[in-house]
């Protein structure tokens, strides 16, 4: 066998940038940012301002992070951050994990974490943005806020307040209280500017949500009750430019299902409001075994019914009753944008029991979402507009059953994969579509040997199969165009078996890492032995573990961003995921935390090095502080209350629970 030298180089180090853009585009962003570390010759790929543009807007055009580099010129911090962040998502590897603070409510929505504070001493509204890394949090003072938006309301002390949503700066709460009678109202206001965007006393509240951009805002209720006797949604538009409402509602009569993220799905995305249902219409079916999506879109600025476009049949078609039968307590449902095309897709959890098996399967559906170019309303999008009228069967012949892409569905856990996690033990079920990951928040008490509760991230990754890359030089030259949609199916699955990785990595009982102990402590804080309550995005989950002995909740946060940061947080080894192949392999469960698998967990050293700009303080507890600390937003008007100020993030209070991993 011939040894090379250190000295020796590959005929691939010496090929010009028009080759190997011709060789990375049929990579990811992941195995790109592999190969730069391959070599110091390749170091270009991932450090040259203009390759990295290139492959920024072919790969990842659609990222937060493509839309920074556009502001600042850092195209290669942009392709690194997102590399990383893929890695670590599929490797169950976070870089950033703490508790950020304890509350009674939150939202987490779009890197934004909105919780309150009841009454201990005073009812706040905290905002805090995650994302950006922020050292401060907007402070809201709940009655004081009540008293400027509803005056009548200002005596009532016994109120419930929550966040609906947030985006753009605007938040939007729902009010209640009981005076001659009960009274909702919604509220809308920018804290930073301390301005009531606008207010409106509800009629109903039921299922209720809002979804707004800068320009305009939706709430949405399940309230309609249409000529059939079932409820349906009933939408209502807000232009925030002239503060004025729409003068018409949108009923959606077509619209079936009421529990939002698993039967039904409403998203603001670029100009348009989508809705989106995996639930049959309320026809009466006796021949079709067919179900289909029922997607619809309008212009925020033109809510016509007699204008909203509906997917047709053969674009939103889901299943096969033949299938087999669903689990729907493990469904989830969601729009989200492809990070390079820009391409809308459905995005659906299933657990199915397929046909002629005895096992069930969790598995993981795509969907493009398509309308109609010309923006021709189908005769399905005029009847969301009008009541429906019911009918009992059709004569349509049976469609021949329809062959599902391979590509377009992403086979998860079977049953035969050990140990299983019950839906009771499954706190959070989410897909990353950017790198092809699943990834939950378990309870996996088997690696205790108490049987109290531990939680886990446990990720589901598939790579793609060398032999159905398409291989063909097509793009330009020079170029990253190409079309990688092809694939040859006699070539079999376009994917490897899933590899499986859980965080934090298990520990021998007589081998234990005080570290690591003190790692599951912060995801299993003590005491805190009630309900679990999880949120994510893209880049990182927030979580609350309830409750102490003064009902409060622990806020806990996981980051899988390679930028992310809380002040005062403290450096320590990069500690990987505990890896397995399409299962659970209980020997590396068992092992030695620093030498499973060799390559996945660096060593736990216990140096600490404080990388923030606020030293820690010995608070470990939440206390308010003295107006004094306070600062106002803006000079609000002569004689009134301010009601939003900054202040330091609670987080930075919570002394020695907040870690990084950066590597």
């Known amino acids: 066998?011939?040894?090379?030298?250190?000295?020796?180089?590959?005929?691939?180090?010496?090929?010009?940038?028009?080759?190997?853009?011709?060789?990375?585009?049929?990579?990811?962003?992941?195995?790109?940012?592999?190969?730069?570390?391959c070599c110091r010759q390749f170091q270009y790929l991932v450090r040259e301002q203009s390759f990295c543009k290139a492959i920024i807007t072919a790969k990842a055009s659609y990222t937060l992070e493509a839309r920074e580099a556009e502001q600042t010129g850092e195209f290669s911090r942009a392709l690194r951050?997102?590399?990383?962040?893929?890695?670590?998502?599929?490797?169950?590897?976070?870089?950033?994990?703490?508790?950020?603070?304890?509350?009674?409510?939150?939202?987490?929505?779009?890197?934004?974490?909105?919780?309150?504070?009841?009454?201990?001493?005073?009812?706040?509204?905290?905002?805090?943005?995650?994302?950006?890394?922020?050292?401060?949090?907007?402070?809201?003072?709940?009655?004081?806020?009540?008293?400027?938006?509803?005056p009548r309301a200002a005596k009532n002390s016994k109120y419930k307040f929550r966040v609906l949503y947030h985006a753009n700066g605007i938040t939007s709460c729902l009010f209640s209280f009981v005076s001659a009678h009960r009274e909702n109202w919604l509220l809308v206001f920018k804290a930073e500017e301390q301005q009531i965007v606008t207010k409106v006393q509800l009629e109903s509240t039921a299922e209720i949500f809002v979804r707004n951009n800068k320009d305009y805002l939706y709430f949405g209720t399940h309230s309609w009750e249409d000529a059939d006797g079932f409820k349906k949604w009933v939408l209502t538009g807000f232009r925030i430019s002239d503060a004025s409402w729409f003068p018409q509602k949108i009923h959606l009569t077509t619209l079936i299902g009421n529990d939002i993220g698993?039967?039904?799905?409403?998203?603001?995305?670029?100009?348009?409001?989508?809705?989106?249902?995996?639930?049959?219409?309320?026809?009466?079916?006796?021949?079709?075994?067919?179900?289909?999506?029922?997607?619809?879109?309008?212009s925020l600025d033109n809510p016509d019914p007699k204008k909203i476009q509906t997917m047709g049949k053969y674009h939103s078609w889901r299943r096969e009753h033949t299938e087999g039968p669903i689990d729907e307590r493990w469904v989830f449902l969601k729009l989200e944008r492809d990070q390079a095309s820009g391409r809308l897709h459905i995005i659906e959890s299933r657990k199915e029991w397929p046909a002629r098996q005895s096992g069930h399967r969790r598995s993981y559906y795509f969907?493009?979402?398509?309308?109609?170019?010309?923006?021709?309303?189908?005769?399905?999008?005029?009847?969301?507009?009008?009541?429906?009228?019911?009918?009992?069967?059709?004569l349509d012949k049976p469609a021949p059953p329809r062959i599902r892409d391979p590509k377009n569905v992403h086979q998860g856990d079977e049953s035969s994969v050990a140990p299983s996690f019950t839906r009771r033990q499954t706190h959070l079920r989410s897909y990353e579509q950017g790198c092809g990951t699943f990834f939950d928040l378990v309870d996996d008490r088997s690696i205790t040997s108490s049987n109290s509760r531990c939680l886990r991230l446990r990720t589901g990754y598939r790579?793609?199969?060398?032999?159905?890359?398409?291989?063909?030089?097509?793009?330009?030259?020079?170029?990253?165009?190409?079309?990688?949609?092809?694939?040859?199916?006699?070539?079999?699955?376009?994917?490897?078996?899933?590899?499986?990785?859980?965080?934090?990595p298990?520990?021998?009982?007589?081998?234990?890492?005080?570290?690591?102990?003190?790692?599951?402590?912060?995801?299993?804080?003590?005491?805190?032995?009630?309900?679990?309550?999880?949120?994510?995005?893209?880049?990182?989950?927030?979580?609350?573990?309830?409750?102490?002995?003064?009902?409060?909740?622990?806020?806990?946060?996981?980051?899988?961003?390679?930028?992310?940061?809380?002040?005062?947080?403290?450096?320590?080894?990069?500690?990987?995921?505990?890896?397995?192949?399409?299962?659970?392999?209980?020997?590396?469960?068992?092992?030695?935390?620093?030498?499973?698998?060799?390559?996945?967990?660096?060593?736990?050293?216990?140096?600490?090095k404080i990388i923030g700009g606020y030293p820690p303080q010995a608070l470990p507890f939440y206390s308010s502080d003295t107006p004094s600390a306070m600062h106002t937003i803006m000079p609000h008007p002569e004689g009134s209350k301010p009601w939003a100020w900054w202040k330091k993030a609670m987080y930075q209070d919570l002394v020695g629970n907040k870690f990084t991993f950066a590597r």
């Open 367 to 394: 969907t493009k979402v398509v309308f109609d170019s010309d923006l021709e309303v189908s005769e399905e999008a005029n009847t969301i507009g009008r009541p429906s009228v019911n009918r009992i069967g059709h």
């Open 506 to 608: 298990g520990q021998k009982p007589s081998n234990r890492s005080p570290f690591l102990d003190k790692i599951y402590e912060i995801l299993n804080p003590p005491g805190y032995l009630g309900s679990v309550d999880a949120s994510s995005d893209e880049r990182s989950l927030v979580y609350t573990v309830s409750e102490d002995a003064n009902g409060l909740k622990v806020l806990v946060y996981v980051s899988f961003d390679p930028a992310a940061r809380l002040a005062g947080m403290l450096r320590e080894e990069c500690i990987l995921g505990e890896r397995v192949r399409d299962g659970y392999n209980p020997e590396a469960r068992a092992g030695d935390i620093t030498q499973h698998f060799g390559d996945y967990v660096a060593e736990v050293k216990g140096k600490q």
């Open 1 to 37: 066998m011939q040894v090379l030298s250190s000295r020796t180089t590959s005929s691939l180090q010496h090929l010009p940038y028009e080759m190997m853009a011709r060789i990375v585009v049929y990579l990811d962003v992941a195995e790109i940012f592999d190969l730069s570390l």
């Open 81 to 150: 951050r997102v590399a990383k962040r893929h890695q670590a998502l599929y490797q169950a590897s976070p870089y950033v994990l703490g508790i950020v603070g304890l509350a009674d409510s939150y939202v987490y929505i779009h890197g934004i974490l909105c919780y309150i504070i009841e009454s201990r001493p005073r009812r706040w509204l905290r905002i805090l943005d995650l994302h950006g890394s922020s050292g401060c949090e907007l402070v809201i003072d709940i009655p004081t806020l009540i008293r400027e938006a509803v």
């Open 262 to 298: 698993s039967t039904v799905c409403f998203e603001i995305i670029d100009d348009y409001f989508y809705g989106l249902s995996n639930q049959t219409d309320f026809e009466i079916s006796q021949m079709s075994c067919t179900s289909h999506y029922h997607c619809f879109r309008f």
């Open 463 to 504: 790579k793609r199969s060398l032999k159905h890359i398409p291989f063909s030089f097509s793009g330009s030259v020079g170029g990253l165009n190409h079309d990688t949609s092809k694939v040859n199916e006699e070539n079999g699955r376009p994917h490897q078996p899933n590899e499986i990785s859980f965080w934090p």
